[in-house]
Each structure stands twice: as C-alpha cells, then as structure tokens.
C-alpha cells in the first residue's frame, strides 16, 4: 500500500535536522574523496586574496576549507584529532565518518529507532576494530620490508622523502619511535632554498644577535631561559625616591656581576624565550656570546632536552657557580645558516645504531630538512614528508595492515556474518558498520575509474576462494592484486584510530535531534 502524502511529509519533518544533518557530513566528505587512493586527484583551495594551495593531504583540505555547518565542523573536529593522535589518516577517517552516517540514516529512515542504530553501531566498530588488530602483522625491525613500504605509500611514492624518513627514523632510534609522547612528524622542516638533509639537532627560526660577526660557537656551554635576559625591576614610585634608586644601582652591579659570572663558566650560546637587555647584549657580544632571542617556549623546551640544560628563570642567575653550572647544557657546534637564515643547533655525537637491531641506539632528536623550488611546492613537500613520518612511527607502534581496503573488505564481510547472530534491533547498527567498511575500497576503486560494485565483489569472491583477505584491485589494470605481494600496506594503528573516530562522529550525529542556536552570552550579559 503506497504511503500517504501527509504521512510521509510527517515523516519527514520529523527527520528534517537528521537528514540536514546527513547532507552537510555528504558535502563535506565528496571534498576530500576524490583525494583518496594512488590514483586520486589534487583540490585546489582558494583564499579570498587569490592565493591558491594544491594539495590532496585531507587535513590541510578540512582544515582551510571554509565550513559553517556546525555538523560539518564537527566532523572536522574528529579529522583533526586522528591528525593529532596519528598524524596520518584525515581522509580514510573522513570518508568511514561520511559512509557510517549515510548507512545509519538509511536505518533511522527505515524505522529503526537512531538509539538502537547508535548502539549497533558503537558495537560493530569495537568488534571489527578487534578483527583488524588480529590481522595486524608486527614488524620485525628496520630491515623488515614491510616498513619501507608502509612509508613508500604514505609518501607518495617519491623515493627522495621515504628515504629521508627512514634515516630519521634510524636516527632516533626504535624504542623513541615506539612512544606514544614522541612525534617524528614534528621534526620535519620546510624550506625553499634548502636541500633535503637530516641531522642530529635543531633548527631555530630565529637570528641570532649580531650574526654578522659572530655566526659560529663550538664546543660551549649553553644557557636556557624561559625568561628575558634583564636585571630586575623596579616600580617607577621606588626610582623616585633616593634610596629607590640606590637600590636599582644595586640591582644593575648584581645584573652585571650575573653576566660576569656567565663567561667564567664558559657560556657560548644563549637561548631566551624572551627579550634582552641592552647592556646584556653588548656584554655578550664583547665577550663573543651568541644570543637568540625570542624563541617559542616549544622550541625552548626542545633545546633544553638537546642540550641537557634545565630551562630556567632569571632569578636563577642569582645562583652560587656550582649550583648554576649543573643547570647549564652544551653543544658541540651552534652556527647561523645564512642561506636558509636559520640557526642550527647540533646535537652531541652518539654511537650510531645497529641497523639490524630495533632497540640499538638512543634517543635522539634530529631535524628533517625538506627542500623544493617554490614555497608552494615545499610546503606541499613538507606535508607528504610529515604523512611519511606518521606512517613510519604507526607501523612500529601497530604493526601494518594490507592496504588498498582489502582489509576493511573482508572485515566488513566477517561483520556480516557477526550481525547474524545478534539479537535486537542494534543488528542494523552492526549492518551500517559493515556497508560503511566497504567505502574505503570502493572509493579507491572509483577514483581509479572502475565500478566499485563490480570490483568490490571480484575481490570478495577471490578473498573467499583463496582464503586470502588480501587480495584487492589493481588502480592500473582493474585486474584482481595480491596487495602484500605489491607491497601495498597500511599503518594498523591509522586504520584503527579512523575506524574509531569515525564510529564516534557518526554516533553523534545519529543522536541530534534538533539544532537550536544559543543566545549571544555578550549580548545577555549586556542587558
């Protein structure tokens, strides 16, 4: 019996916010989709002066585009997180959110009630999350084919960068890459005059004091402030007075005895989170001490670990010699680079570790120097190399997955047969998760120009007959891939996390019932 018109315009008002809903995360995700596999293709963003990025790195899209849909800025948000979290994997967490929100609406519209659906859910993304960590294969060290591989996917295939990354990665060595408090992505540095370099140290952005005579420092002490380099102050109604300003005399002699007491301990490099004195300035240069001024309290911290020296405040300078000496760090060499206008900040020399051994060598920190032609272009460079970085750090961390979706392929299959034995509505839940594991492949496979509905199923039936689950479609020919064999693997831990995320945004947005705009605090608070 066909359905009433008034029943059916009832109905859908009353899914009127869900489906408004549903059609901003379907705007935002068909951004970033056509981004997804070797053969996806590049957006263009364009700014409102006329400046231009190309790019198909998920974050940088999300994350320019200009979104006002709350939903759709929620869906950000979770994209956002898995780059904080993972540092790679916007796009697959962006097009499972898309895929799991459009399949659970299809089950709200049918009648399922959304809490069910919502809880279905949630228990289909933990249960086939177990199934992917099960199918997680544990690398076996840096000589471990699998690794190189899982870098040589996440960058884009250009051999300059995977390279780059794997001799970072040796640098800091295997048990740093395998803490979750270390990102090898944030080691990478771009520039436009530079040339693809990794070394044991930092690079500060800013100049130094007085570079032009003074540019290099070797073999000194290094003294770290999160702090400027000033002597104390006093208040102005003090000065006023006689004693006020006998007591500020006092305070420069102490300032000046400070500074004295710094060149007899043999300090080389000065490192301020904030400004310097005058007089401190010209003392230093007298006494051929290099100052860099106005350094980020990140990069401070990050000096201070290079160093060994213990970041301090100005009131520390008051200490007795002993006392400051055990605070000061050293290096080996400090200089300005005039080309790239940067300074560079080198680390002791350490043994270097075995390549064979995993756990060989100690932490250490390095600096991934990324160059190109253009800023366009190195700063595009810069995102493939910190894609490449993540993906490295997660494969240690995870181990990998086969990639090209087969894995979320035969999951969603073995989903499938899980929803079978579960009673209750939250079935359908379980089946939105399953159809929505299939979007991964699918995509690849139509951004490659093939049909997803014929390809996926090739694939499936290969799967099944070859008890294999990695087997997948080749971008190139449309012929059916053992993907392990291509080398063609993923990071676990960035498919985990996505699936994950995803899960969470497409819960939220199946448990909105309506949106209502908040008064304007400043507005209230007025009246």
């Not at 009673?423 to 120009?449: D, H, S, T, Y």
């Not at 199923?457 to 064999?485: F, H, K, S, W």
Request: aromatic letters at 4%; one cysteine or more; charged letters at 25%.
């Amino acid at each position: 019996m066909a359905q009433h018109p008034s029943s059916r315009q009832d109905s859908d008002e009353r899914y009127a916010t869900l489906l408004n809903n549903a059609q901003a995360v379907r705007t935002l995700c068909s951004a970033v989709e056509g981004t997804l596999g070797p053969k996806g293709l590049d957006v263009m963003l364009v700014g409102a002066q006329g400046d231009i990025i190309l790019t198909n790195d998920g974050v940088t899209i999300l994350d320019r585009m200009d979104v006002t849909h709350p939903v759709a800025k929620l869906v950000i948000q979770v994209a956002r997180a898995q780059q904080q979290e993972v540092g790679d994997g916007t796009t697959t967490a962006t097009v499972l959110a898309g895929a799991l929100v459009e399949a659970g609406v299809q089950q709200v519209m049918r009648g399922v009630p959304a809490a069910k659906v919502v809880a279905g859910i949630l228990q289909g993304v933990a249960y086939a999350s177990q199934l992917l960590g099960e199918r997680s294969i544990v690398l076996q060290g840096w000589d471990d084919p699998l690794l190189r591989q899982a870098v040589y996917i996440a960058g884009r295939e250009q051999e300059d960068i995977v390279q780059l990354v794997l001799n970072a990665g040796r640098q800091v060595g295997w048990e740093t890459l395998k803490s979750r408090s270390f990102r090898l992505a944030d080691t990478v540095e771009a520039h436009e005059l530079a040339d693809n370099e990794c070394f044991e140290g930092l690079l500060l952005k800013q100049k130094p004091l007085h570079y032009e005579w003074l540019s290099e420092q070797s073999d000194c002490r290094v003294l770290v402030l999160q702090d400027g380099l000033v002597p104390e102050e006093l208040d102005e109604q003090v000065l006023s007075t006689e004693a006020g300003f006998q007591q500020y005399m006092q305070l420069q002699r102490a300032f000046m005895l400070q500074l004295e007491q710094l060149k007899q301990l043999g300090v080389g490099l000065i490192v301020l989170e904030r400004s310097i004195h005058p007089e401190a300035e010209q003392f230093c240069f007298d006494h051929e001490i290099m100052v860099v001024q106005r350094v980020s309290r990140e990069q401070v911290k990050r000096v201070a670990q290079l160093t060994g020296a213990k970041p301090l405040k100005r009131t520390a300078l008051s200490k007795a010699v002993d006392e400051l000496e055990a605070m000061l760090g050293r290096t080996p060499a400090v200089r300005y680079d005039e080309r790239l206008e940067r300074v560079r900040l080198y680390a002791s020399p350490q043994p270097s570790p075995s390549a064979s051994s995993p756990a060989a060598g100690a932490a250490k920190q390095v600096t991934m120097l990324v160059g190109a032609s253009t800023r366009e272009i190195v700063g595009e460079r810069a995102r493939i190399a910190a894609d490449a970085a993540s993906a490295l750090q997660a494969a240690i961390q995870g181990g990998v997955l086969p990639g090209g979706g087969t894995a979320e392929l035969a999951v969603s299959y073995a989903l499938e047969r899980y929803r079978e034995t579960v009673r209750g509505m939250e079935a359908f839940g379980i089946a939105a998760v399953a159809e929505a594991l299939r979007k991964p492949m699918a995509q690849v496979v139509l951004n490659a120009g093939y049909n997803p509905l014929e390809k996926l199923e090739e694939a499936r039936a290969a799967q099944t007959a070859a008890g294999n689950d990695a087997i997948g479609i080749d971008c190139d020919t449309g012929a059916l891939l053992p993907v392990m064999e291509a080398g063609i693997v993923d990071p676990a831990r960035v498919k985990l996390h996505a699936l994950r995320a995803a899960g969470e945004v497409a819960a939220a947005v199946l448990r909105i019932h309506t949106v209502i705009k908040m008064r304007d605090s400043t507005s209230s608070r007025e009246q």
